[in-house]
């Protein structure tokens, strides 16, 4: 079956460095999604991705978060100056069509250090 | 704002038990009512997912019973099992839309 995967598994970066966040979605998938979950907390809603722009998006997602399809399968996440309060799990998301279920990946551990 | 409220925080069933875990939301708006199995260290993988249009949904041992007057809709696992123990997170959508609302999660612990 195939499956949305994200790398690296576990990112340690320092304070202030900038960081990518790497996701392939299902192939014939249409819809992309980044959401956080803080350590023991629920999933947030970070940005969804449409048609090669930004479709809707969370008051989480500011001007330091920002997304990208560079080429037909990846869809990154860069934060762009890290702060301690980013370290959470990272998942990527992605769906086929309107109110289809979506399917996450593993999710990336970002450590700020 | 917390779009779907999600109780009980956490949850403990002997094997073989009933596991219950409700929602509710307030946006008549949603009509797609999934629900998210999450093993630690691992993403969020659907379970099963209800519309508006049915009363309950069964897939095996996990039944949705949903109500849409009240808003509200409960995932029930029948004769729970150690290997379902997990954080059942439920969400809402609406049709056309892109964000899903996660409610807060319950952790369940099934107990040999």
């Known amino acids: 079956e195939p499956e949305v995967t994200q790398t690296p598994s576990h990112q340690v970066t320092q304070m202030g460095q900038e960081v990518i966040l790497r996701c392939v979605p299902i192939s014939n998938h249409l819809y992309f999604y980044w959401y956080r979950q803080i350590l023991g907390q629920k999933v947030e809603f970070l940005v969804s991705?449409?048609?090669?722009?930004?479709?809707?998006k969370s008051e989480i997602f500011d001007d330091q978060f920002s997304v990208e399809r560079p080429d037909g399968s990846n869809f990154t996440l860069k934060i762009r100056s890290t702060k301690l309060e980013d370290s959470a799990m990272y998942f990527c998301a992605s769906v086929r069509g309107d109110n289809q279920p979506q399917h996450f990946g593993d999710g990336t551990r970002l450590s700020i250090l | 704002q917390q779009q779907v409220k999600q109780s009980p925080q956490s949850l403990i069933v002997q094997k073989g038990g009933i596991s219950i875990i409700n929602c509710a939301y307030e946006?008549?708006?949603?009509?797609?009512f999934p629900w998210y199995q999450q093993f630690p260290g691992k993403g969020p993988a659907l379970l099963i997912a209800?519309?508006?249009?049915?009363s309950e949904k069964k897939e095996g041992r996990f039944t949705i019973s949903f109500n849409k007057s009240a808003k509200q809709f409960s995932l029930h696992i029948m004769d729970s099992q150690p290997g379902d123990s997990a954080t059942y997170f439920c969400?809402?959508?609406?049709?056309?839309?892109?964000?899903?609302?996660f409610g807060t999660g319950t952790s369940l612990t099934v107990i040999p």
């Open positions: 969400a809402a959508s609406k049709m056309g839309g892109n964000q899903f609302y």
């Open positions: 946006n008549t708006a949603f009509d797609y």
């Open positions: 991705f449409y048609n090669n722009e930004i479709s809707e």
């Open positions: 209800i519309r508006p249009d049915v």
